[in-house]
């Protein structure tokens, strides 16, 4: 399988595929501006590092690449529901595009030496038994000095569906402790750790505790600012109006067996989202986006 993906994906000097762990299909991806993995498992980016930087994702370093589990870290794509779904709990977390094998559509080159990489699921019966609607999903992954990542949702049912989406995406810091989140002042949040209830935003985030919110009708940019390592990144987005923070601190990171009980101190999650009453609806025939573009600054 890998050796056929290769023979039409293949791109000399910037992308390979080859095998990971539990010999789940990667592709490497090597360019003049940074380095990247991408599994097709879950459409999965699991790093991202650009030259003479140090990693931007965190990856938990007790992840199972064990289909169809999810892998811990990394950007998972949750779809077409972000947390429980409402109507059937019982059903997988955060969706089923991150369980599930993607396609290699195309993989190119652009003009600044970037790599690009498209990768697609598709409705099935086991899909349409989670969520009974047809679609067409599309993953664009841009590789430079910066990381952009946009999923697309093309309806291809005959009826509107309303879906919920997020680029969980985790993001490696150098101490938890010496973080602030900036870009969410004033926003009201959901606090999933308060039965929902609705909060206000003041000033910068830090994070002494769990911490997980649905920030709304929000657009901004968010910057997290990591004084252990001297750096921000910021993340930029388009097709979002919310965002989710979260950190599991101390006693969740316990309850996660794939999570390292000390690995909360070295990581946050800031993840573009179409989460609570930033649901979308696409019409049949249509279309949505919901895009990020991740970079790192010296502070
Ligand atoms: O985005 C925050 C959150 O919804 C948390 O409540 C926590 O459950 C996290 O996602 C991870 O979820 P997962 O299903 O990947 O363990």
């Not at 992840?63 to 870290?73: E, L, V």
């Not at 009708?217 to 097709?239: M, P």
């Not at 601190?249 to 996660?256: C, G, N, T, Y």
Request: hydrophobic share 35%; aromatic share 8%.
């Amino acid at each position: 399988m890998i050796d056929e993906i290769n023979s039409r994906h293949a791109i000399p000097d910037h992308l390979r595929f080859s095998a990971g762990p539990n010999h789940m299909p990667v592709a490497m991806i090597e360019n003049d501006h940074a380095t990247a993995e991408i599994h097709l498992h879950g459409g999965h980016v699991t790093a991202f590092q650009p030259r003479n930087r140090k990693p931007v994702l965190w990856m938990s370093r007790e992840a199972t690449f064990c289909p169809p589990k999810p892998i811990r870290g990394g950007i998972p794509v949750c779809w077409p529901w972000f947390g429980t779904s409402a109507e059937h709990p019982d059903r997988p977390q955060h969706g089923f595009a991150r369980n599930r094998e993607w396609r290699v559509i195309r993989a190119d080159t652009g003009t600044a030496g970037e790599t690009i990489l498209d990768l697609g699921l598709k409705s099935d019966p086991g899909t349409m038994e989670l969520w009974p609607h047809a679609f067409e999903l599309s993953l664009k992954v841009i590789v430079a000095g910066s990381l952009t990542v946009q999923l697309t949702f093309l309806n291809t049912g005959d009826s509107p569906a309303t879906v919920a989406a997020a680029l969980h995406t985790y993001f490696a810091v150098g101490d938890i402790a010496q973080v602030r989140i900036a870009g969410l002042d004033g926003r009201e949040y959901h606090d999933q750790l308060d039965s929902m209830t609705v909060k206000r935003q003041n000033g910068d985030i830090t994070i002494a505790e769990e911490v997980d919110r649905i920030y709304l009708d929000t657009e901004d940019d968010c910057v997290i600012h990591d004084a252990a390592w001297n750096r921000s990144i910021r993340v930029a987005k388009t097709g979002s109006r919310s965002t989710v923070v979260w950190n599991p601190w101390i006693e969740k990171s316990k309850r996660m067996l794939d999570f390292p009980n000390d690995g909360y101190p070295e990581m946050v999650c800031i993840e573009t989202t179409n989460a609570a009453r930033d649901q979308r609806t696409v019409e049949p025939g249509g279309s949505h986006t919901l895009s990020q573009t991740v970079s790192v600054d010296r502070d």
